[in-house]
Structures are given as structure tokens and as C-alpha cells.
């Protein structure tokens, strides 16, 4: 049992001065060692732990076996294509109809590229009441597609059983009297579609090039004949200015010549009488 001096000492321990408070205040907690850092991530909870980004591999090359067996499936696959489409189809409409046929991999549908089309599209607004109002989206008009099938096989099976017949479904729909316009394309892969897209944008993108510079080089022709018209009327006018100023001269000395001599340089008969004496006189 401990003894009173023992606890006649701890109770008469001195008590920190406000100016030692401050000064432990002021210091700088130290920094932590690795080894306890290690420690105290050793003990927090995994939820209070950053995880580290995970570094992703590159890309792993193919091999000659999977390379052969993806050419394998691409040559497989068939397309077909469509002329003609059912009134309001989209891609998933579509694939919903084909998918009865054989299991399908890739869509495309061509949109309508006619001017009309074009601008209205190009009218996402309308004014009403002096406000600007979005319109609601109309639905695209699509005139042609592509399929691929993952086998050739339901390919052929959907040109032979569905081409000029018709689409049915309920009479109610839009599309129940239309028929189909289906053709297998032999020989045909999707990259020969990608290519053939590829070159037909690259075709319009140097027509609207080669138009752009026609409708810049007939801007430029016809402000230069505009100039030139300019320049060639204002030469007239300046020349038109000068011989009226020529004119006007002309008659002005015409006047001085008639005052002194009482008429016209022509004229014998106008002639002041004296004058004649004069020269009577001086060649006799």
C-alpha cells in the first residue's frame, strides 16, 4: 500500500505556465519512421486504406490460332442487304425481325439525303408567339440497310424466304402492307461496306471542296467586274465634267470676240463701218 509522502509527491507536481503551453503548441509533430508507417497501415480498417490505381497491361497481341479463328468467323458471316425499307423501322425493329431468322451481328441503315430532308432536320427550332420552341424530334426516314448474319447459312435463308413478301404483324401498324426487298450479297464482308462508305464520304467531302472554291473564285470574279464597272464610270463622268468645262470656254471667247467686233468673225456685213475706213485708208 503505497504510503502518504508517495502521494504528497505526485499531488505537489508542478503545473505547465501558460508560456510552456504556447511553446508545445508551436511544435511541429514528427514525422512518422517507414517502418511505423508500415505499422499504422498495418492496423488501420482495409475501408480507411487508399487502394492503389491498378496499372493495366498493354494490349496483348494476337496470336497466329486466334487470328485464324476470327478470320475463320468473318468468313462466315453473310450480309444481306435492302433496298427498301418498312415504313417507320429503325435498327432495333429490324434486328427483332431478322433475329427470327438467325442470330444477327451488325446493322446499318442509310438515312434519307435528299435537300427536304435536309432542311428539316437542319429546323430544330420554331418561332411561336415570338419565342423560340423546341420541335419534337421527328423520327428518321432510313431508304436502305445492310444485315450480317453470323452465319451465311441464315443469310441466304432470309433473301430466300422473305424477298417480295409481305411484313405483316397487326393491320394496325404502318408497316403491314409493306413487302420486302431482301438480297444476299455473295462474296460480301462488312469491311467492304466500311471501304465502300470510307471512299463515297471521301468522294462528297472533294465535291464540297470543289464547290466551295467555284462559288469563291465567281465571288471574286464578279466584285472585280463590279470594280471595273466602277472605275470605267467614273472615268466618264470625269471626262463628261471636262469637255462641258471646254464648252462652256469656248462660247465665253466666242462672246468676247462677238463684243468687239460687233458680231461674228464671219460676218462682213455686221462689221463696224469704221473699221473698213480704217483699212480703206491704210491700203490704198
Known sequence: ??????KSKKRSRPATTPAEMEVKATKKPSSPS????TEILDSAPVENVAKRPKVQAPPKAL??????KFELKSEQTGVVYLSSLPTATNAQRLRNWMEKIG????????????LATKIKRAKKH???NGEKVKKRRNPCTFVEGWVEFIDKKDAKLAAR????????????????????????????????LTDQMRSERQAYEQHLRAEELQAAREEEDYSNRVEQARAKQSHKSAGKGKATFRKHKQRGAEFELRNTFGGTAGSAEAADPTAESVLDQIFM
Open 1 to 6: 500500500m503505497p504510503s502518504d509522502t508517495t
Open 34 to 37: 517507414p517502418a511505423e508507417e
Open 63 to 68: 496470336k497466329r490460332k486466334n487470328l485464324e
Open 103 to 114: 442470330p444477327t451481328k451488325r446493322i446499318y441503315l442509310a438515312e434519307k439525303n435528299d
Open 126 to 128: 420554331t418561332v411561336v
Open 161 to 192: 424466304t422473305l424477298n417480295n413478301k409481305q411484313v405483316g404483324g397487326s393491320k394496325k401498324d404502318p408497316w403491314y402492307e409493306n413487302l420486302w426487298v431482301i438480297k444476299y450479297l455473295p462474296k460480301f464482308k462488312w469491311n467492304d
